[in-house]
């Protein structure tokens, strides 16, 4: 009787504890929400609140700003400076709500039913808000290995941020950690693989005429058509020639055009025109190998061209540095140390572009979990569930467990 009794009374006082971060969680949560910090905008409010939490709760930071000062990430660590340790990652910025069709008011959370609505609810304050709210809680436990927290600006324009982030923080300690753990939406499943994204803008300069010269001229955009086919039959020739991964959906690198610009009237020759594309790879296709081949089409077309119009010419810039895909083995030690935390066994793969990649390009084993659904992120009406924030805080709760019984 006295034993049961005895777990009637533990399961009481951890039901209290959980609810109580719970309602933390949810207070921060209201609180990351009502910044309006849009990836490629300045993100020092939201960060001034971040810093002044921690300040609170005596959590020693690091900054890493960009060139001019307007926008910064944040570095901290929770426990004994030692190898082995786990970073958590998370984005401060989110996508714009205009022109959706929002219910609610976007930048205020709000509860209905069993959901919290807001921009970002899901993608991805929900996990910053569950990460800040377990501050004193990590900081009660006698933890062996460390907690960093990694918080980044402009993830939502490119991933922008990530590998100075990273590079500061492995540079700033002494110890290096082990694990990065990113906390996207994945409806708490961990995720050991992502796509790798590059955005691209292509342009072609012609020359300009009567449409009854279409012969003589360089049109730009019918090149700029021919080079789009060429980009479609260069997916379609990926898939034909083996190169899949069934991990993913869907199971082959994607190119994509989607915004075509160019003419000024249908009489006249248009001498610009530009496109703009991305290339999606899976792990095992290499990008530099498609833009090279692009590239070299490229070339070939402009040397047939100049021969009508010596100034004819294609350039194509990226838009922002390329995301590196994830391919995370499943025997690495970071798959089995979040499979002993988590709500899901079961490994998975997301076909959008992550900061993961870039975390295990510097090195460190790297896996993709977190509380919500990506199909609710960059939406109107966006949501998560109250249970998908529970699974969350169950999770950052083990982990504690497990760094403080770690050797």
């Known amino acids: ?14 039901h209290f504890f959980m609810q109580s971060i719970y309602q933390r969680t949810v207070e921060i949560l209201a609180d990351l929400v009502s910044f309006p910090v849009l990836g490629g905008e300045s993100n020092l409010s939201i960060l001034q609140y971040i810093q002044e939490y921690l300040d609170s709760h005596e959590v020693a930071y690091q900054l890493v700003p960009n060139q001019d000062g307007s926008k910064a990430s944040l570095f901290a660590r929770i426990g004994p400076a030692v190898d082995g340790g786990i970073i958590l990652s998370g984005h401060m910025d989110v996508v714009p709500v205009e022109g959706q069709d929002w219910k609610t008011e976007p930048f205020v959370l709000t509860q209905i039913e069993d959901k919290l609505y807001a921009r970002g609810s899901a993608d991805m304050k929900g996990f910053v808000a569950s990460c800040l709210a377990n501050v004193p809680y990590f900081k009660s436990l006698h933890l062996e290995k460390p907690i960093y927290f990694a918080f980044s600006y402009d993830e939502e324009v490119g991933c922008l941020s990530a590998p100075e982030l990273v590079k500061a923080l492995l540079d700033f300690y002494e110890e290096k950690p082990a694990f990065a753990w990113i906390g996207e939406p994945t409806v708490m499943q961990p995720m050991v693989g992502q796509k790798g994204i590059c955005v691209l803008e292509t342009t072609v300069y012609g020359s300009a005429g009567h449409s009854s010269r279409i012969r003589q001229e360089v049109s730009a955009i019918h090149e700029a058509a021919k080079l789009v086919v060429w980009i479609e039959n260069k997916m379609h020739e990926l898939v034909n020639s083996g190169h899949l991964d069934n991990r993913f959906t869907p199971p082959h690198s994607s190119l994509h055009v989607g915004v075509f610009r160019g003419g000024i009237a249908p009489n006249v020759i248009s001498d610009v025109c530009t496109f703009q594309w991305d290339v999606r790879t899976i792990p095992s296709d290499k990008l530099t190998d498609i833009l090279a081949d692009f590239q070299s089409y490229c070339t070939q077309r402009e040397a047939e061209l100049k021969l009508r119009f010596a100034g004819a010419r294609i350039v194509t810039t990226e838009h922002h540095p390329p995301v590196p895909p994830l391919d995370t083995p499943e025997d690495q030690e970071i798959v089995s140390f979040i499979r002993s935390i988590s709500p899901i066994q079961e490994l998975g793969t997301v076909s959008y572009a ?30 998560i569930e109250i249970k998908q924030l529970e699974l969350g805080l169950d999770m950052l709760h083990k982990l504690g467990q497990k760094l403080a019984h770690s050797s």
């Open 1 to 14: 009787m006295k034993e049961s009794s005895l777990y009637l009374n533990i399961f009481l006082l951890y």
């Open 354 to 383: 992550a900061e993961a990649g870039q975390f295990a390009e510097a090195g460190l084993q790297a896996i993709i979990c977190g509380p919500g659904d990506i199909a609710q992120a960059h939406r109107a009406n966006e949501f």
